[in-house]
Nanobody
Framework: QVQLVESGGGLVQAGGSLRLSCAAS????????MGWFRQVPGKEREFVAA????????YYADSVKGRFTISRDNAKNTVALQMNSLKPEDTAVYYC??????????????WGQGTQVTVSS
């Protein structure tokens, strides 16, 4: 059974930092692209960042480029999202996703349960 479990969310002031982590189990982790998405109630889920199977390729939404960094550890089956210079508009539930293809991440094979990030002004 595949599981993706996010952690690290919380409440932070604008300008602060948080580090999200996603632990994967039940899949051959190194064969999956991994991504982070976020969703605000009443809005569509939006792409935040993605990373290739080896970690050599990273992709970011324009809104987070230069502030967020995605990384992965294939030995530990984890993917992380370091979020710096947080803004109130980054407030959302953040989800981890896994898919064998980069183009498939938006509707990924597997999703975590989400972790709340709240940025106060």
């Amino acid at each position: 059974q595949v599981q993706l479990v996010e952690s690290g969310g919380g409440l932070v002031q604008a300008g602060g930092s948080l580090r999200l982590s996603c632990a994967a189990s039940g899949l051959t982790f190194s064969t999956y692209y991994m991504g982070w998405f976020r969703q605000v109630p009443g809005k569509e889920r939006e792409f935040v960042a993605a990373i290739s199977r080896s970690g050599g390729g990273t992709y970011y939404a324009d809104s987070v480029k230069g502030r967020f960094t995605i990384s992965r550890d294939n030995a530990k089956n984890t993917v992380a999202l370091q979020m710096n210079s947080l803004k109130p508009e980054d407030t959302a539930v953040y989800y981890c996703a896994a898919d064998p293809r980069l183009s498939g991440l938006a509707t990924g094979d597997y999703w975590g349960q989400g972790t709340q990030v709240t940025v106060s002004s």
